[in-house]
């Protein structure tokens, strides 16, 4: 063997060496190492294939149940929705707008398939919506007594009590209403509760 050809063999030695070793070095460094656990790369390979399948199944699984486990939790967590609306004014159009808020609130939970309540609450000059003798929406609340029976209607005690005294006559009261002790703790005690509150 010639000068020339021992020097060319150690260099491919080193070459091929050198090829190897650039792999195993990175696999070491990223703590990957590929052991081999079959003498058949087919059958391995069908293993892995299968493994890789079943895994992507489930995972498919568990992301569509998950939407509707959450939806399902949703359904038995929810509640009516709840809504106070304030009358405090013997103005028409204030309570021409309160009962329109709480038809189309009513409306809405229904078309939507959810519960809803809503408790008109009247005092002060706004009794007057309430009161059998002067009330100028009357014949909507009896009405709506019968169409919408998610509304309800309180008329404070206090207020019903100063109209007596100061017009010396009893206040009657239209039938759909009940009466409360007082309009104004009835709506503090409602929100405590976690009512929705809106003044029109």
């Known amino acids: 063997m010639s000068m020339f050809q021992y020097i060319a063999r150690v260099i491919t ?42 895994h992507n199944k489930a995972t498919t699984q568990k992301r569509t149940r998950s939407p509707l486990a959450a939806n399902a939790r949703l359904a038995s967590d929810s509640k009516a929705h709840r809504l106070i609306l304030q009358v405090n004014t013997n103005d028409p159009a204030a309570m021409n707008l309160a009962l329109n808020n709480a038809t189309n609130v009513a409306q809405y939970y229904k078309d939507a398939g959810e519960k809803v309540k809503i408790e008109v609450v009247t005092f002060g000059p706004g009794l ?58 009835r709506v503090m005690e409602l929100q405590e509760k976690g009512w929705s509150y809106v003044k029109p």
């Open 13 to 54: 030695i080193t070459a091929a060496t050198a090829l190897f070793a650039v792999p195993f070095a990175a696999a070491e460094q990223g703590g990957r190492y590929w052991v081999p656990t079959t003498t058949e790369p087919a059958t391995h390979h069908q293993r892995i294939a299968a493994k890789a399948a079943t």
């Open 128 to 185: 007057h919506m309430l009161r059998d003798d002067t009330s100028p929406v009357k014949a909507r609340i009896e009405e709506m007594a019968l169409s919408t029976p998610e509304v309800s209607f309180k008329a404070c005690g206090n207020t019903q009590e100063r109209m007596h005294k100061a017009e010396n006559k009893d206040i009657p009261i239209v039938r759909q209403a009940e009466v409360v002790k007082s309009g104004v703790v």
